[in-house]
Antibody
């Protein structure tokens, strides 16, 4: 059973960088069948896809966030990471990591989510 | 405003059937069979219920079914149970640079 677990600071100051890591267990990130995604959900609002990464390091980002985000992968540690810079209160959200079926574009395993609040 | 349009809420009594719609365009829902549906209980992560328009992952009840007609996909839940009360989100691949879209979510109330 694949499990994903997000970790990182729960509070980030405005204009700083949000950094999260997703640890994958029960399966390997180095897998041709899957991408690894970040998705967020502001309190009481809709889900928003942030971007994904393939084990090779190839990425695809949501254009609305592309200028501020970096997703990276470390196959030796079986985890992937998100950095979102120049954050504002609008970036306050629950951040999820999820496994994404390559070529089929669905998210079959999700982490439990971590709330990141942007506030001074 | 979300890219995929869902009704804000639907309701039904135990044992009844309900359908949740998800309307997009020919660039997403109508153009590809990459529609998926997710169930989210309060404070929990979303759970995949349907993928590829109509396929159920292992372990998901056959009371859940998916379909598509034109630019609108639908999730039908038959034999409603109290545990089905949750928010439901659709998602679709899109040929635009956004790549992945979600609907605005539908709150299902079991009366």
């Amino acid at each position: 059973q694949v499990q994903l677990q997000e970790s990182g600071p729960g509070l980030v100051k405005p204009s700083q960088t949000l950094s999260l890591t997703c640890a994958v267990s029960g399966g390997f990130i180095h897998n041709d069948d899957y991408y690894w995604s970040w998705i967020r959900q502001p309190p009481g609002k809709d889900l928003e896809w942030i971007g994904y990464i393939f084990y090779s390091g190839a990425t695809h980002y949501n254009p609305s966030l592309q200028s501020r985000i970096t997703i990276s992968v470390d196959t030796s540690k079986n985890h992937f990471s998100l950095k979102l810079n120049s954050v504002t209160a609008a970036d306050t959200a629950v951040y999820y990591c999820a496994r994404t079926r390559s070529g089929a574009h669905y998210f079959d395993y999700w982490g439990q989510g971590t709330l990141v609040t942007v506030s001074s | 405003q979300s890219a995929l349009t869902q009704p804000a809420s639907v309701s039904g009594s135990p044992g009844q059937s309900i359908t949740i719609s998800c309307t997009g365009t020919s660039s997403d829902v109508g153009g590809y069979n990459y529609v998926s549906w997710y169930q989210q209980h309060p404070g929990k992560a979303p759970k995949l219920m349907i993928y590829g328009v109509r396929n159920r992952p292992s372990g998901v009840s056959n009371r859940f079914s998916g379909s598509k007609s034109g630019n609108t996909a639908s999730l039908t839940i038959s034999g409603l149970q109290a545990e089905d009360e949750a928010d439901y989100y659709c998602s679709s691949y899109t040929s635009t640079s956004t790549h992945v879209l979600f609907g605005g979510g539908t709150k299902l109330t079991v009366l």
